[in-house]
């Protein structure tokens, strides 16, 4: 079993930051790419920023210069830095990755999705 925890929402005012974090736990043998996505109320779910396991990163034009993708390969996990937050910020932000895995002699690998950390900004 794998399974990805998110942690760091919260609540500020507009121009504040946030840290989230994202850690892959269980059977994890190798994480390829991780990344970030929201989904606000009545939208859809919607890429935020993505990162390899190269550190080749991508964002959203929307979140460009504001936003820090990161990763801790050893530990597992990903990070957002959240500068300069704005109200349209706000949303449910969720943690994506694809992880291989070892079942016996073969190795998986699956796309798995974070339970959700809500990000609300103030104006």
């Known amino acids: 079993q794998v399974q990805l925890v998110e942690s760091g929402g919260g609540l500020v005012q507009a121009g504040e930051s946030l840290r989230l974090s994202c850690t892959a736990s269980?059977?994890?043998?190798?994480?390829?790419?991780m990344g970030w996505y929201r989904q606000a109320p009545g939208k859809q779910r919607d890429l935020v920023a993505t990162?390899?396991?190269?550190?080749?990163?991508n964002y959203a034009d929307s979140v460009k210069g504001r936003f820090t993708i990161s990763s801790d390969d050893a530990k597992n996990s990903v990070f957002l830095q959240m500068n300069s937050l704005r109200p349209e910020d706000a949303a449910v932000y969720y943690c994506?990755?694809?992880?291989?895995?070892?079942?016996?002699?073969?190795?998986?690998?699956?796309?798995?999705w974070g339970q959700g950390t809500q990000v609300s900004v103030s104006s």
């Open positions: 994506n990755a694809d992880i291989q895995s070892r079942r016996q002699l073969a190795v998986f690998e699956n796309n798995y």
């Open positions: 269980g059977n994890v043998l190798s994480i390829n790419n």
């Open positions: 990162i390899t396991r190269g550190g080749d990163a």
